[in-house]
């Protein structure tokens, strides 16, 4: 499985961006995918997950509320809506497949996307 994230950009807060990460393979349709986000000088964590089927999800406690992850399996792709951002919420973000159902940990997932940068701007 390989994997392309897309959607990042500069925005101010308060505002609504909507990240993507397509897949190469089918067997994209059968597994777990996760968004991580990784700031400056911090580790890379857990944002959302969802079932292979969609049916599940699971977000942080900072998101929760916000940002809402989708898959459309059909077109290879995961989806990351993210409402409300506020400063915080600027870090490169990763798409990971692979993981364990609603894994946390990005050490469950076994490929990753190259990263995209979202900037919330105060």
């Known amino acids: 499985v390989q994997l392309q994230a897309s959607g990042g950009g500069l925005v101010q807060a308060g505002g609504s961006l909507r990240l993507s990460c397509a897949a190469s393979?089918?067997?994209?349709?059968?597994?777990?995918m996760g968004w991580f986000r990784q700031a400056p000088g911090r580790e890379r964590d857990f944002v959302a997950a969802?079932?292979?089927?969609?049916?599940?999800?699971y977000y942080a406690d900072s998101v929760k509320g916000r940002f809402t992850i989708s898959r459309d399996n059909a077109k290879n792709t995961v989806y990351l809506q993210m409402n409300s951002l506020n400063a915080e919420d600027t870090a490169v973000y990763y798409c990971?497949?692979?993981?364990?159902?609603?894994?946390?940990?990005?050490?469950?997932?076994?490929?990753w996307g190259q990263g995209t940068l979202v900037t919330v701007s105060s």
């Open positions: 990971a497949a692979g993981g364990l159902n609603g894994s946390r940990r990005p050490h469950e997932y076994r490929y």
């Open positions: 393979g089918r067997a994209f349709r059968s597994v777990p």
């Open positions: 969802i079932s292979w089927s969609g049916g599940t999800t």
